[in-house]
């Protein structure tokens, strides 16, 4: 009989050394603000996983350890039954973490001052992964119309013949919770591969999509995809295992995967995770209901949080979510200045978003809420966050 999860238990992760809910007091100057910014849950992954790791632990003895053929059992069959996509074992390796093999896989395909497409706003650690690494950043900055994004391909051609060498796609989209459709990514890939530009697809949300989408692998869309692309996925966002560290990266193209397991042996990165391999393994062979039971709450979430922000923020524009567990909230009529933003959640609500300058200039005067917590504390956050909004805006009237 299949098993019914609680997303509305109440736990507790302060005094856990936890990165999201231990750091109020010193990243927002007050112990007791809510915190719904990095994205991580505050569910329990499924019994399974907890299960698998407890008996690892039991073991007692925690040696370097390796990736068994149930790990590539795994990561195939989940690719298989929930995306589609048929791959070899062969072309499966790893990373200590998707935005480390990002940084791998710009040192192993450009060269420094080489230029590489990002498109803002967009998951802040692009930016580090391309400057950090002496390469430069060329945005092809998404657009918004009619309360959704939507890609510049004119603007991205130019880029690719103008000499880019890579684009970093983040599909689905964080934050702006596209699923990139399969004609959005098709003429993605024509204008890369007419051009040489690689493509890193960082798929980390690909399970996380809701009703009415759905997520198409890069990679899936014909053997040149399949060949001028890699592809960075992990169960750490799905199944809430993000302090495991363990990724998978999916590379095709017999070259390119030596030119990257190079470099991740150069840098001493390629022994795995100890528990990292459990939690792989035993979330992509027993997570499958644990997930649609998420999707379901997820859903429930979102449209709890469009339907609150409707009625009772009505300064602020929430951007609908095709996917991901985020929410993207135009609030530039309230304030176009992040410190602003910052203040009025911090210091007046109690509550921290994203603030969304991090995500890019054009990200000023946004907000990313993380939805994957207990409905009763997102609409608690929102409560808060509405009540000091609406204050701000009697004392200016
Ligand atoms: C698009 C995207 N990539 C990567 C990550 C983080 O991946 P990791 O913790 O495996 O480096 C996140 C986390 O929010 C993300 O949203």
Redesign the pocket.
């Known amino acids: 009989m299949s098993q019914t999860y609680d997303f509305d238990r109440y736990i507790d992760r302060t005094g856990k050394a936890s990165y999201k809910w231990d750091q109020s007091e010193k990243l927002f100057g007050r112990a007791d603000v809510l915190p719904l910014w990095?994205?991580?849950m505050d569910f329990e992954p499924p019994k399974e996983v907890v299960d698998a790791i407890v008996a690892r632990a039991k073991e007692g003895i925690y040696g370097y350890t390796i990736r068994t053929e149930g790990y590539y059992e795994a990561v195939a069959g989940w690719l298989s039954r929930r995306h589609g996509w048929t791959i070899r074992h062969e072309w499966v390796t790893s990373?200590?973490?998707?935005?480390?093999?990002?940084s791998i896989a710009v040192q192993a395909f450009t060269e420094p001052g080489d230029k590489i497409i990002l498109q803002s706003p967009?998951?802040y650690?692009?930016y580090d992964v391309i400057r950090m690494n002496d390469r430069i950043v060329v945005d092809n900055a998404l657009i918004l119309t009619d309360g959704q994004y939507r890609i510049d391909f004119e603007l991205l051609e130019r880029q690719a013949a103008d000499g880019a060498k890579m684009l970093l796609l983040?599909s689905p989209?964080?934050p702006g919770g596209r699923v990139w459709k399969e004609e959005e990514l098709r003429k993605i890939g024509e204008i890369c591969q007419k051009h040489g530009v690689l493509v890193i697809a960082?798929e980390?949300?690909h399970d996380l999509v809701f009703s009415g989408h759905k997520h198409v692998p890069y990679a899936t869309l014909g053997p040149s995809f399949e060949q001028a692309s890699i592809t960075?996925i992990?169960p750490?966002?799905t199944f809430n295992l993000?302090g495991l560290?363990a990724?998978s990266v999916i590379i095709p193209n017999a070259e390119l995967r030596r030119k990257y397991n190079y470099l991740l042996k150069t840098l001493s990165l390629h022994m795995e995770s100890y528990f990292g391999l459990t939690a792989v393994e035993t979330s992509y062979k027993h997570g499958e209901e644990w997930l649609e039971q998420l999707l379901v709450y997820l859903e429930g979430n979102r449209d709890a949080l469009l339907e609150y922000v409707e009625k009772h923020i009505p300064s602020v524009k929430a951007i609908k979510p095709e996917g991901?567990y985020?929410v993207w909230l135009d609030c530039r009529a309230i304030s176009e200045d992040p410190q602003t933003l910052k203040k009025l959640m911090f210091e007046k609500a109690g509550v921290a978003f994203s603030e969304g300058s991090v995500f890019g200039t054009q990200g000023a005067g946004f907000l990313r809420v993380n939805l994957a917590c207990r409905r009763e504390l997102l609409l608690e956050a929102l409560r808060l966050f509405s009540e000091a909004a609406a204050q701000e805006a009697a004392a200016k009237a």
């Open positions: 990095v994205a991580d990373g200590p973490g998707i935005v480390p093999a990002l967009v998951y650690p692009f983040c989209h964080n960082d980390i949300h960075c992990a750490s966002k993000a560290q990724a991901t985020m």
